[in-house]
């Protein structure tokens, strides 16, 4: 008998074994979290800026593990992700107007297009008002576009830009 067929077989005689080895298992693995969580919060506590740049530098040194973790997430929930576009395509549509300017909201995506491909820099179009606020939903029309930085723009996330153009409140 090999080794396999054995420890299929034991399995198949003391599944009670078997479940409380997995439970010790995860027990101990919940353990080293905890402990390593606890060590990361002790560091960043003693030195906040030093903790961030730490991480930032361990991002930069290594941006084929971001991406290789970015993929891997992207394969696991792919699922997640076409959902939350499919809600965006729909709540998009649903915020749109029938009164709206499709060509101006067009140019405005192709102005984030082209200074994407001539800076280098990702940029993205930003509703002022975002779709899905707490407090407040906007529309999808070109006075409520705005082309920003990806960074820029998910820092914004879905809140209400303090610094609102004037120019916005004019035109509508």
Known sequence: MSKSEYLK?????????????IARSVERRKSR??????????????NPSKWAEAQRE????????????VRRSYEKHQHKF???TAKRKALKLQATPVWADMQKIEA????????????GVLHEVDHIYPLQ?????????HTNLRVLTRSANR?????????????????A
């Open 9 to 21: 077989k034991w399995r198949a005689e003391n599944p009670e074994k078997v479940a409380a080895g």
């Open 33 to 46: 979290w905890e402990e390593f969580l606890q060590r990361e919060r002790d560091r960043y506590k003693a």
């Open 58 to 69: 361990r991002i930069k040194s290594h941006p084929e593990t971001r991406q290789a973790v």
């Open 82 to 84: 076409a959902a939350r």
């Open 108 to 119: 405005i995506y192709e102005e984030a297009r082209r200074l994407t491909n001539e800076t």
């Open 133 to 141: 606020g707490k407090t407040s939903c906007g529309l999808h029309v």
């Open 155 to 171: 820092a914004k996330g879905a809140k209400i830009d303090k610094g609102l153009p004037t120019q916005w409140l004019e035109a």
